[in-house]
């Protein structure tokens, strides 16, 4: 019962470099999201998607993009990675929106250094 | 401003010593206040959702409750596997976001 999958665990990029995250569910849910989570802040919306081929900006969406490939995987991607890049990435699903009070469950994290 | 508070930041109780973490809200339109605890190096794991003020659930020695403006995790003779981060987060309706607090870092010392 894998629930929500992340790769990589952990990554190191150079400043400039570009990389993508994967994500993948196997709960059959509709929604899925990325979040970044910082020391001394909550857990931040990067970017929402509805469903397949939807995506929608976040709190937090400038310098990521996303693609929402098919039901179960939705991919982060840094396209010139910068310092305040460096986070934990977290990506999410749910069964339906949480506006309509669905919960949200959370894969393992992927560590990400910018230097 | 919408906002998600929990206090304290950190607390450290002996096991056997129940205690209370608060989360506090000021959101319109909530639609579901959630509980999630984080074990260091790992994602949030689900606890409970509470969607109207005066609700409660339990699971194991937690037990969560709900208020118009705050909530209550309360942990019943804890033990030290129960040490962990507890996130606080809400929904409000028509918004497909959760709104996170910082978290209130626990430690139970054996």
């Known amino acids: 019962n894998a629930g929500v999958t992340q790769t990589p665990k952990f990554q190191v990029l150079k400043t400039g470099q570009s990389m993508t995250l994967q994500c993948a569910q196997d709960m059959n849910h509709n929604s899925m999201y990325w979040y970044r989570q910082d020391p001394g802040m909550g857990l931040r919306l990067i970017y929402y998607?509805?469903?397949?081929?939807?995506?929608d900006k976040g709190e937090v969406p400038n310098g990521y993009n996303v693609s929402r490939l098919n039901k179960r995987e939705f991919s982060l991607r840094l396209e010139s990675a910068a310092p305040s890049q460096t986070s934990v990435y977290f990506c999410?699903?749910?069964?339906?929106?949480?506006?309509?009070?669905?919960?949200?469950?959370f894969g393992e994290g992927s560590w990400l250094t910018v230097v | 401003e919408d906002q998600v508070t929990q206090s304290p930041e950190a607390l450290r109780l002996q096991e056997g010593e129940s205690s209370s973490l608060n989360c506090s809200y000021t959101?319109?339109?909530?639609?579901?206040l959630f509980w999630y605890r984080q074990d260091p190096g790992k994602g949030p794991e689900f606890l409970f959702t509470?969607?109207?003020a005066g609700e409660e659930k339990e699971k194991e020695r937690l037990k969560a409750t709900l208020t118009k403006k705050e909530s209550f995790l309360h942990i019943t003779a804890p033990k030290p596997e129960d040490s962990a981060t507890y996130l606080c987060?809400?929904?409000?309706?028509?918004?497909?976001?959760?709104?996170f607090g910082t978290g209130t870092r626990l430690t139970v010392i054996p």
């Open positions: 987060a809400v929904s409000q309706t028509g918004a497909n976001n959760l709104f």
């Open positions: 998607s509805a469903s397949e081929g939807t995506t």
């Open positions: 509470l969607y109207s």
């Open positions: 999410a699903s749910s069964e339906a929106g949480t506006g309509a009070g669905n919960t949200i469950y």
């Open positions: 959101v319109s339109g909530l639609r579901g």
